[in-house]
């Protein structure tokens, strides 16, 4: 058994600390593992508690790694456990973090699924397919996308989606406004009935619109 005789502050980026087995370097850790684990110097450590350490260690960056990146936006449960693997950490502390971060409800597959349709829906609508699309790349199964995507219809969103479009083809006659607007609404996944119903209608409708 060998005695805490240091536990030294690091000089990397990350709040860190050395930890001193008699007077030998044994370990470097964070310092919220250290302060969560209790050590401090004279305190006596057997080479088991060191491995304990260590996996305590992994499982804490991981979630903090985890954090930082569910930081930006909201993610998937599959998006995040690729961050994690990409970044090193193995399956099992991975499987570990996304079931403390589920627990504390900061990974949730359907509360994601809602949040992604509301936002595209407010900044760049798309067709209910497309949509399906992009949750299924997303890693969520089929029952949280159907009902997800059940939200999104498709004649209203392609509406919205022309509407905000058209400012930019005020000065287009009849068959390029047709043609660029339904090009637009293509790359959004729309039917061909689906954009040939809009931009007629928007066509209509412009005059009075941009009054």
Same mark, same amino acid.
């Given at each position: ?80 456990? @690729?961050? #994690?693997? /990409?970044? *090193? !950490?193995?399956?099992? %502390? ?5 079931? &403390? ?81 339904? @090009?637009? #609404?293509? /790359?959004? *996944? !729309?039917?061909?009935? %689906? ?5 007629? &209608? ?10």
């Amino acid at each position: 058994m060998s005695k805490i005789t240091g536990v030294k502050i690091g000089k990397t980026r990350e709040k860190r600390v050395n930890v001193f087995l008699d007077e030998k370097f044994a370990i470097g850790i964070l310092a919220e593992t250290a302060l969560k684990e209790g050590l401090k110097v004279g305190q006596e450590l057997t080479e088991s508690r060191l491995e304990a350490l260590a996996d305590a260690d992994r499982r804490q960056r991981c979630f903090n790694a985890a954090t930082r990146f569910l930081g930006y936006r909201p993610r998937s449960e599959s998006e995040i456990r @690729q961050r #994690l693997l /990409r970044h *090193g !950490f193995d399956d099992d %502390v991975a499987e570990k973090t996304l079931a &403390r971060l589920k627990e504390q409800g900061l990974v949730d597959d359907t509360a994601f699924a809602r949040f992604w349709i509301e936002n595209r829906e407010a900044f760049s609508p798309r067709s209910q397919r497309l949509t399906k699309l992009e949750l299924k790349r997303k890693g969520l199964n089929a029952d949280i996308i159907e009902q997800a995507a059940s939200a999104v219809n498709d004649r209203d969103s392609a509406y919205r989606a022309a509407l905000s479009r058209m400012r930019r083809l005020t000065a287009a006659d009849y068959q390029t406004f047709r043609r660029r607007l339904g @090009q637009y #609404l293509g /790359r959004r *996944g !729309f039917s061909y009935s %689906v954009i040939s119903e809009i931009t007629e &209608r928007v066509w209509k409708e412009q005059e009075n619109i941009l009054k």
